[in-house]
Structure formats: structure tokens, C-alpha cells
Nanobody, 126 residues
């Protein structure tokens, strides 16, 4: 299973940006996909997750209302749309896949995900 994250870049505070994760070797229709992020000197933190079966989607409180997560079954990929970016959103964003449908209560835990992408850098300039 391979995950390819893309779409990071340098934006200004208040701008929007999309990061995508293309998955090969595993169909996402029976999986759970999540985004995590890690800023320099900080621990990795959960951002958002989506379970195809049942369509469950959850977000960290810090991004709720600003970020959306959507899946594309035909492309076996997912896109994290980020609006109204803040300096504290700057980080390396990682997508991760669990090869099963996680219950909502477990979707935010990194240990539940077996496969990880290489990360894409999001820089927010003020």
C-alpha cells in the first residue's frame, strides 16, 4: 500500500489550500483515511478522518468549521480542503490509512493507521 500526499505550499494567513492523498494497493471503500500534522518541535496531532462505509467524518476542534475532507472513490484518493488558514496550521501534513472501517471513537488515534504517506509541507505566512 502506498500513499502519495501532494498539494502543500506557502500561503498567507486567511488563504485556502488543498492537500490530497492518492492511495494505491488498497481500496479506500473499505478503509479509513485520516490526516495528521506535525509542526516543528511539536507532537503529531490529529486533523481529520473519513470512513467510507457509513460516511463518518470527524475533525479536530482546532480545524472544525474551516477544514473539509472528501473522498473520490474513482481516483481512490481524498482531499483535505483548508480554509481561513492560521499560522498555527503550518505543519507537515501526513495522510494515513487503516485497512478497515474504524469506529468513530478510534479514528483520531494514529496507532490505528498502518499505512502513512511521506507528508506535504504547509507553510502559513503572516
Amino acid at each position: 500500500v502506498q500513499l502519495q500526499a501532494s498539494g502543500g505550499g506557502l500561503v498567507q494567513v486567511g488563504d485556502s489550500l488543498r492537500v490530497s492523498c492518492a492511495v494505491s494497493g488498497r481500496t479506500l471503500s473499505t478503509s479509513t483515511l485520516a490526516w495528521f500534522r506535525q509542526a516543528p518541535g511539536k507532537e503529531r496531532e490529529f486533523v481529520a478522518a473519513f470512513r467510507w462505509r457509513g460516511g463518518a467524518t470527524i475533525f479536530a476542534d482546532s480545524v472544525k468549521g474551516r477544514f473539509t475532507l472528501s473522498g473520490d472513490g474513482a481516483k481512490n484518493s481524498a482531499t483535505l480542503q483548508m480554509l481561513s488558514l492560521k499560522p498555527e496550521d503550518a505543519a507537515v501534513y501526513y495522510c494515513a490509512v487503516a485497512p478497515r472501517g474504524l469506529i468513530v471513537g478510534r479514528m483520531r488515534f494514529g496507532g490505528e493507521y498502518e499505512y502513512w504517506g511521506q507528508g506535504t509541507l504547509v507553510t502559513v505566512s503572516s
